[in-house]
């Protein structure tokens, strides 16, 4: 091309595009009309939509989809003719169970586009029934299993979930394969069972209108029951202090259930100051973050799997915080009628030992005086048995000696008033 010839060409270019773009600067993007699928939607008739233009220039490019993938004639029984630059029709030749969904028509210009969406929901269809399933009884390790789960009511399309243990499951999990045969039927395939092929199988099928579901265990013979290494609260613990023990599965083969509790009742971990974490599939974590009074008692670990169970326990007690003891109490032997007596209930347990205040005797003793020491209990829990000794002799006597005691108790102040006599 000489280059003159190829200026007179770039001008012409540019002269078609400016005009291509001024013809544009005036066009309006398109606005569509609602449409609905009305009236009697029941399987085998037929129904219609039209999309219309009411507002824009042409022309326009129309496409419509159906639950967001597009619908064309290749659709069985689906025809989509455009009647002239503003209108485009759907025809549904006979409506089947496939035919429900969201349907959209969207209609672009150069300036803009639009769209609008029904859903087709077709009366009268059923929501999917699947059969049970199950795994053989006599699975080994090794071997591969198969389950089927089928719908045996209900209209498709269907939508297959398989899931274990709560968790789905998917093509690409080692060793496992999903088929769907049908619309109806999906398969499950272990290639090869192992121990970690154990657990709860779960088919969920939906559709449109619900869903069913069916579970299985898968529970192989030769499975070890769980052991338990034994567990201990350590030694000193206080009020306030955080301990933790954790139960560990020595031996045995997953899936393995951990389940915790207290004095045989099912521990509380809403409780803020316990929490149980589950650290791997063999090992669970018990924190009590702030001991207290209740939290005292027989802490159970018990594991179980498919094969059986153990458990292991160990009693949580806390300084000072012990149970109970009566000391042993008599009435004296020689009671006659008239006399009185009295018996004390007294819980060694919480017996204190006795604290004696110091006693000195004055420094200006001389010979013929008088004098006096008293002993005096200040802390402890009575009963007492007093003695007096001299010079490492016990001294007798038949006197009363008596005392006060006072009590200073846990920051109240206690008075106790008591004759306490040898
Ligand atoms: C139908 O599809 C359209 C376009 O994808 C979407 O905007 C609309 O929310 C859908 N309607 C329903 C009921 O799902
Ligand atoms: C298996 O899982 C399903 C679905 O999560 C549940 O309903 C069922 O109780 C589970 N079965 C067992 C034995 O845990
Ligand atoms: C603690 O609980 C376990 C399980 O209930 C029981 O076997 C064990 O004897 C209890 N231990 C004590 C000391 O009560």
């Known amino acids: 091309m000489m280059a003159t010839d190829r200026r007179i060409y770039l001008l012409v270019q540019l002269m078609i595009t400016q005009g291509i773009c001024l013809l544009a600067q005036g066009?309006?993007?398109?606005?569509?009309?609602?449409?609905?699928?009305?009236?009697?939607?029941?399987?085998?008739?037929?129904?219609?939509?039209?999309?219309?233009?009411?507002?824009?220039?042409?022309?326009?490019?129309?496409e419509w989809s159906k639950d967001g993938r597009p619908l064309n004639t290749?659709?069985?029984?689906?025809?989509?003719?455009?009647?002239?630059?503003?209108t485009s029709f759907l025809t549904i030749e006979k409506l089947d169970a496939d035919s429900?969904?969201?349907?959209?028509?969207?209609?672009?210009?150069?300036q803009g586009h639009d769209h609008k969406s029904d859903t087709l929901s077709m009366r009268g269809l059923k929501a999917p029934k699947i059969k049970p399933f199950h795994f053989s009884d006599d699975l080994e390790m090794g071997l591969r299993s198969v389950v089927v789960c089928a719908v045996m009511d209900g209209d498709p399309p269907f939508n297959f979930e398989w899931s274990k243990d709560g968790r789905p499951l998917a093509t690409d999990h080692k060793g496992v394969t999903i088929r769907k045969m049908d619309d109806f039927t999906s398969f499950l395939t272990i290639e090869k069972l192992d121990a970690d092929s154990n657990g709860n199988y779960t088919?969920?099928?939906?559709?449109?209108?619900?869903?069913?579901?069916?579970?299985?265990?898968?529970?192989m013979r030769g499975l070890k029951t769980p052991k338990i290494k034994p567990f201990h609260f350590s030694g000193e613990l206080g009020e306030g202090m955080r301990t933790g023990v954790m139960c560990m599965v020595l031996e045995g083969d997953p899936p393995l259930n951990f389940e915790w509790s207290k004095d045989g009742r099912p521990l509380n971990t809403d409780h803020k100051d316990i929490s149980i974490r589950k650290i791997d599939e063999f090992t669970s974590i018990l924190n009590i973050e702030k001991l207290d009074a209740d939290s005292n008692g027989n802490y159970t670990c018990r594991v179980s799997n498919a094969q059986g169970y153990d458990h292991k326990s160990d009693t949580l007690s806390m300084r000072g915080l012990k149970a109970p003891k009566i000391k042993p109490f008599h009435f004296s032997d020689d009671l006659e009628e008239g006399l009185r007596t009295a018996v004390m209930c007294v819980v060694a347990g919480a017996l204190r030992g006795p604290k004696i205040k110091p006693f000195h005797f004055s420094?200006?003793?001389?010979?013929?005086?008088?004098?006096?020491?008293?002993?005096?209990?200040?802390?402890?829990?009575?009963?007492?048995?007093?003695?007096?000794?001299k010079d490492e002799?016990?001294?007798?006597?038949?006197?009363?000696?008596?005392?006060?005691?006072?009590?200073l108790f846990l920051?109240?102040?206690l008075l106790s008033y008591g004759e306490y006599c040898t």
């Open 363 to 389: 420094d200006d003793l001389e010979e013929g005086l008088r004098t006096a020491v008293t002993c005096v209990v200040q802390g402890g829990d009575p009963p007492f048995d007093f003695e007096w000794s």
């Open 27 to 62: 066009l309006r993007a398109p606005v569509i009309k609602p449409f609905n699928f009305a009236g009697q939607l029941s399987e085998g008739l037929r129904t219609g939509v039209m999309c219309m233009v009411t507002d824009g220039d042409p022309p326009f490019n129309f």
């Open 203 to 219: 088919c969920r099928v939906s559709n449109s209108q619900g869903y069913d579901h069916k579970s299985d265990t898968l529970s």
């Open 100 to 110: 429900n969904g969201n349907y959209t028509c969207r209609v672009s210009n150069t």
């Open 393 to 407: 002799e016990e001294m007798m006597s038949n006197e009363r000696r008596c005392f006060l005691q006072l009590l």
């Open 411 to 413: 920051g109240f102040c």
């Open 74 to 86: 290749v659709h069985k029984g689906v025809s989509i003719q455009k009647m002239n630059d503003f």
